[in-house]
Every structure is written in structure tokens, then in C-alpha cells.
């Protein structure tokens, strides 16, 4: 286990009827000018926006909407939204939404309170943001994790660049998984791949001897395929839809990564896939994961085979490490296909001529990674998953 300082920020407020219960009371600390912030509409059709709305008149507030949060939310998108904060003297966001607009929203946090560039701030003089309006979140659609870290993924588009910037931590997060009982299927499997792939992505940081965070891990994958599964069988299992949005939260608040070294190769790649396709985050994530990680055996091979003994209850018997790494690829493969994801960037309508060179020649290379990946391979690894 490696040395680490832990604090956390974030009030969750987790179950059915949290907002009723809870936003009243957070609404009281705040002052008077509120932006709701929210994506292309879905929140109008299925009542969280009438029911936030009411508590919001009811606390008084005068609102200011910020609308058309789209997926994969750009830095134009931000400096918009920073701009309507300081033209109507916002003193609180609420963003409700999914990793879209609670990414989005931690970035105008910060921009909002400074007139640089916060972009050139943080890639450029590696500075960080120091003001902030307060935030909260209200999680409709579940996966990401965004609203329980203060880490946002932005697309740059004049750079050509889907990559972190730092932005606010939200005060408090709002998880109804009723709120998420319209999620489109599609993004309730994207959104539970995307969670499985963040706890697989922090194990296979080091340190390589277990710890206590990768147990945790452990139980967090187990939880996320049996609860996808009920979720696959029954669309409808609130039970299973709260387990798939805890788990969710819990593989990016940073718990798991307590005492490592994270990897990330797999996002990286995919984070440039989708500056330059504009593709769904956990589908591009299914297709990279099996494939990158046949590229990371023999040396990824103890924590493969652990994973598929003690997540995918492959039996050990008679079996190498090298078979059991093999045998974990091959599971989680299959999981993939039983659950309906994308299996190949065609299926994902990604033309075989996408710039893919580019894409590998400006992923990040991370440090944590089992394997050092060279751009050739990472190229290699693209190709292959056309
Ligand atoms: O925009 P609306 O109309 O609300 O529709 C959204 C959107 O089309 C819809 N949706 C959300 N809640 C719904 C709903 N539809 C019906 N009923 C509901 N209750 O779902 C669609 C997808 O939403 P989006 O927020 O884009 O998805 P997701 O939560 O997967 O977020 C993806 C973004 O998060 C970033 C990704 O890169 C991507 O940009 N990530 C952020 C992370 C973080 N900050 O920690 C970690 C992740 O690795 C990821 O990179
Ligand atoms: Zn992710």
C-alpha cells in the first residue's frame, strides 16, 4: 500500500425521494440566484424537472436555466455557460444530468470565477482553479462516477483534445436510482460497462501485491456484472438499478484508488476516440477493453488471473497464470457480447478510415499501466478493434 492523504468532500444523498427530502435544506445554505443546468431535454419528459423546479420556487430562488448540455460536453459549452453564471450574478448551479452536464457544470464552477482561459491554465502553466461557485448534482443517469469527483472530461474541439480538466468538487450529490428508471437500455449498459472498466483500470495500477482498495475493488465488479445481469433480465429491478448506481459512484470517489497507482490506458484511448468520433464513452470502452488487454498479456497476467478467479469464478484448477489471464479476457469478452454492447468501432457506426494514427499519436501514454504502450501499439490496438 502506498502512502496517502484522504478527505472527502461530497455529501451523498442516496435512495428514493432524496431530492424532496434533502434539497430543501441544502437550497436554505445557498443564495438566491440558482442556474439549473441540464442536457438535450430528457429531464422535461420524465417529471424531475417539474419536481426540482417546485423545490426551487419554493426555496424562493430565482432560477436561471442553462440548457442543451450535450454528451461528450465541449469547452465552448463551458465558456457559455461560465458566461450566463457571470452575466446573471449565479450564486449556486444545480446540474442535473449524467456525467455530461455534472463534468460540464465542476468546469463553469471554476471558470465562472476567473476571466483566463481556464484550458491554458491547467494544460498549459499546469496551474490549478482556485474560486468556485458552489455546486450540486442531481445524478439522473448513472456510470461515470463524475458526480462524486472533481475531475471533468472536457473536448476541446479547436484542439482536438477530449481530455481532464480540474473543476469544482459538488457539495453535495444527489442519487435517486428512480431517476434513472428512464435511461435509454443502451445507456444503462454503457453506463455499467463504463463503472466496471473504472474499477478494472485502478487495479491494474500498482502496487501489484493486493491491497485492501483492490478487494474492494473485487466486490464492486462482482456487484456491477450480477446487478447488469438482473438489469438485463428484468429492466424494471429498482434493486438492481440502486446496487449499479452505487457501484457506479464508488468506482470514481476515489476509494478504490486509495494506497495506487491508477492505469487508465483503456480511457485514454478511448477519451481521443471520441474527440475525434463524438462516440458513446462506455461503448467505445467494450470495444478498446478486450482487445487492448490481450495486448497487455504477459504482463498484466497475475492481476488478470486473480480477476478471474475471485470476479468471474473461473476454476483454478489445472490452470497456469497465463491461462487464467487468457481465460479472464475471454469472460469478460463474453460478458461484453451477452450484454449487447458493441463488439467492433464498425458496430459503433466509427468508419474504418477514422484518423486512427491521430488518435494514437495524442492519447495519453500513462504511467501506471502494466504495460508501457508505445503509439504504434496503441495504433495497433485501434486498428484491431475495427
Ligand atoms: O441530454 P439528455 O436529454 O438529458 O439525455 C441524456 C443523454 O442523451 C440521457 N439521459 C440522462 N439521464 C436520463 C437520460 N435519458 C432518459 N432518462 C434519464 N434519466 O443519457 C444520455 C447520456 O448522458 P451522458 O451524461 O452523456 O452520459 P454519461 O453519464 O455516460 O457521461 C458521459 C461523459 O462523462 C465522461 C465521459 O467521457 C463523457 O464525456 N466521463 C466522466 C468521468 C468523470 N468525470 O469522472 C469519468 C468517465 O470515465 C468519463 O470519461
Ligand atoms: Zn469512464
Redesign the pocket.
Known sequence: MNTFTYRYPVIVYFGEGAAAKNLPAELARVGRNVMLA??????KR?GVYDELMNLLKAAGKTVTEFSGIM???TYAKVQEGARLARKNDIDFILAV?????I?CCKVISAQAKTQEDLWDVETVLHGSPTGFIPIGAVV??F????EM?N???ITNEAKRVKGPLWGAFYDFAILDPA??M???MS?VI??SF?ALS?CMETYMGSPRETNLSDEISEACQRSIIRNLRATLRNPQDIKARSELVWAAAMG?NGMLKIGKVTDFQA?MLE?QL?AYTDCN??QGLAVIHPVLFRHMLPEAAPQFARLAVDVWGVDPAGKTELELAGAFIDALAAFIREAGLPTTFAQMGIPADTAFKAIADTTVLTAGCCKKFTRDELLAVLLECR
Open positions: 441540464y442536457g438535450g431535454g430528457s429531464i420524465n454528451s461528450n460536453p444530468g449524467g456525467g455530461s452536464v463534468d439522473t443517469a456510470g461515470t462516477g463524475a469527483n475531475g471533468a472530461v431517476y434513472t428512464t435511461m435509454p445507456q454503457s453506463g463504463d473504472h470514481e480511457h477519451h471520441g464513452h462506455g
